[in-house]
């Protein structure tokens, strides 16, 4: 389907016994879905279409729990933000630490690329989901994740409204009028998030984005190199240990990050190359030997080396934008009557 397309998907039009499997199928990229009780049977209804770059989309939803964790971030690769304009119902969250809790009215922001776990209850909201460059320009590089914008507030009455615009005009909009409205659309969400985040000076923020970016592109480069430390990019960026630090000051530190992504690229390694052997992989990613990157990689996602090469990896990965995305949810969803039908 092209994703330009309105995609509508609803459990209404499967069996109740398969309604909690086809759901969480077709959630599997955002997060692992599951009713409040083994007892209950989700029930939602979504209707999407892309607008240029981003996805907006119209949802009403049962109770339900949703997690993502750091092994299925490294799994599916979806990086981007979502921003959910709660019309009813109620959310209880946890984002990498920060507790958020969503009333009607309220706007939610989640950052896929960062684990969170949530309570909601039944209702409805309209979602836009949106690729990160233009949010992490307008903020500088800070992490928004877990930001709410409050119900009543100017710059929150804004973005509902022309979110709720997008979503109500979807069917209709010609795709030369929706590409027109791309990137205004996306800096005007970008801009009131941004407005939520405490205050830092413009040309400090612009700078701190810049030399965040080449940092983390450095320490992609660099992933199989032993040397690859703190001390390394003290060196290289000719600063102080304190001013590198200061730079990530959401991620408990550099050597953290320098970890994180060392065992997120292994992890796709153990998919994408099956031939090697996990020792291979520990010393391709700069592992002193496979018990230690065992152990690390235990400890961040909750399984082995060994269990997460069994586990199914995402197409996400080869298309993380959010036309992948899109194309998920449609592919999905033709896969399971596929199969259902034999």
């Known amino acids: ?99 958020i809790k969503l009333n009607p009215g309220d706007i939610g922001v989640w950052d896929y690329a960062q684990p969170h776990k949530d309570i909601q209850s039944a209702g409805a909201s309209v979602m836009i989901y949106m690729p990160r460059d233009q949010i992490d320009k307008a903020t500088g590089g800070r992490s928004a994740h877990g930001t709410v914008l409050r119900a009543g507030q100017s710059s929150t009455r804004i973005i509902t409204n022309l979110a709720f615009g997008f979503a109500d005009v979807m069917a209709d909009i010609p795709v030369k009028d929706a590409m027109m409205m791309d ?95 996990i020792t291979t992989i520990a010393h391709k990613y700069g592992f002193s030997s496979s018990n230690q990157f065992l152990r690390a990689f235990r400890r961040l996602y909750g399984i082995t080396p060994t269990e997460a090469r069994r586990m199914p990896m995402s197409p996400l990965v080869a298309d993380p934008d959010v036309a992948g995305l899109s194309s998920h949810l449609a592919t999905a969803r033709q896969n399971w009557f596929s199969a259902k039908l034999g």
């Not at 830092?200 to 992933?223: C, K, P, W, Y």
């Open 1 to 99: 389907m092209p994703s330009s397309e309105m995609l509508t998907l609803t459990t209404e039009e499967i069996s109740i016994r398969d309604r909690n499997e086809f759901w969480a199928t077709l959630a599997a990229p955002f997060y692992r879905l599951t009713p409040p009780t083994k007892d209950d049977v989700v029930q939602a209804h979504l209707e999407s279409r892309m607008f240029g770059s981003f996805m907006v989309g119209r949802r009403r939803f049962s109770a339900r729990k949703c997690v993502r964790d750091r092994a299925m971030i490294a799994r599916n690769g979806l990086d981007g933000y979502q921003l959910d304009f709660f019309v009813k119902g109620a959310l209880i969250g946890d984002c990498d630490g920060t507790e």
């Open 183 to 277: 990137h205004a659309a996306i800096d005007l969400f970008a801009a009131a998030v941004a407005g939520r985040l405490p205050q830092a000076g413009t040309s400090d923020a612009t700078m701190h984005q810049t030399v965040r970016r080449q940092i983390v592109e450095f320490i992609d480069n660099h992933l199989g190199d032993t040397e690859l430390v703190p001390d390394m990019l003290v060196d290289h960026f000719r600063m102080s240990r304190a001013q590198l630090y200061r730079m990530f000051p959401n991620r408990n530190g550099i050597a953290q990050i320098i970890r994180e992504r060392r065992l997120a690229a292994a992890y796709r390694n153990l998919h994408q190359s099956r031939s090697d052997s």
